[in-house]
């Protein structure tokens, strides 16, 4: 943990240190990037709060933007990797985090880091970020399919992107993205956030959202891929039922009375359809579609 502590008029959470920040390199913000800079030091101590940061910890930052969170980061964590794709902004960066000597920026796409490689052997690090939305949920089910080793992933995304991955089955945000992500971790809504935090102000709602990686997998399948593919093709017709929607798949080649006889072994309904099964009954369907 870095012994510099600054002061909240010198972070870069203070709106007028950010403007005065951006002015100084003539930044112009990347629409490509999904560029939009938290300026609310309570949002970013809720963050740090959610994601549970100790002096012990080593934690993986995406998409730092221009240090804002890292400088928080950098102040409760042992160490720090920024991983910030846009190389416009390293001279940014050099400069706002200059006074902390345990923070490292990585110029690098976070799906193309070695984590571990990053962090050292056998270090389980702590992943925190305010993800660009368009990219979401690319780089979560990507940090998750690599089975990176990460104890937690605490982001800021886009709100109604955090009630899928949190929902129930039989609600109307549950879907394919809620199943994926459950399937690796517990989820916990940490904290909503309104545009008015951010610079340039998004035209979404926003939410911090904790990811807590299962030590132990609540749910076993002999094929990973053919379950999500099974989740994947439930719900691509929402409105037609588990059977149809698997037998019309383009990625599976079962026929509706295979699917539902495997249902009626289960004790379903042919009829129901994919919002209404939990993981557990994804991966019995799976088993028994072998």
């Not at 998409?63 to 042992?78: D, F, H, K, R, V």
């Not at 009630?163 to 809504?189: E, W």
């Not at 399948?221 to 989740?231: H, P």
Request: hydrophobic share 40%; charged share 25%; with cysteine.
């Amino acid at each position: 943990m870095s012994d510099i502590i600054l002061s909240s008029e010198e972070k870069l959470s203070n709106p007028k240190k950010t403007i005065e920040t951006i002015k100084k390199y003539n930044f112009n913000f990347q629409k490509r990037f999904g560029q939009n800079f938290l300026i609310d030091s309570h949002v970013i101590d809720k963050i740090i709060k959610a994601a549970d940061i100790k002096k012990t910890d080593t934690v993986i930052e995406i998409g730092p933007g221009i240090g804002t969170m890292t400088q928080y980061l950098a102040e409760s964590a042992g160490k720090v990797f920024a991983v910030e794709i846009d190389e416009k902004l390293l001279p940014i960066l050099a400069d706002t985090l200059s006074p902390y000597d345990n923070v490292t920026v990585i110029n690098k796409d976070i799906l193309k880091t070695d984590i571990e490689s990053l962090a050292g052997p056998g270090v389980v690090v702590k992943i925190v970020a305010n993800l660009p939305y368009y990219i979401t949920t690319p780089i979560i089910m990507g940090l998750f399919e690599n089975h990176v080793p990460a104890e937690s992933i605490t982001v800021m995304v886009q709100k109604e992107v955090a009630d899928r991955m949190a929902a129930s089955p039989g609600t109307k945000d549950y879907g394919a993205l809620s199943l994926a992500v459950q399937y690796y971790a517990d989820t916990y809504l940490a904290a909503n956030v309104p545009p008015n935090c951010f610079m340039p102000r998004p035209g979404v709602e926003s939410a911090v959202i904790r990811l807590t990686r299962h030590k132990e997998m609540k749910v076993r399948v002999s094929d990973e891929k053919k379950m999500f593919k099974l989740i994947r093709a439930s719900f691509g017709e929402r409105r037609k039922t588990l059977a149809n929607g698997i037998k019309n798949s383009p990625e599976l080649s079962y026929s509706r009375e295979e699917v539902e006889k495997a249902l009626t072994d289960m004790g379903l309904d042919t009829r129901v359809r994919g919002e209404t099964l939990s993981l557990l009954q994804f991966a019995e369907l799976s088993e028994r579609l072998r």
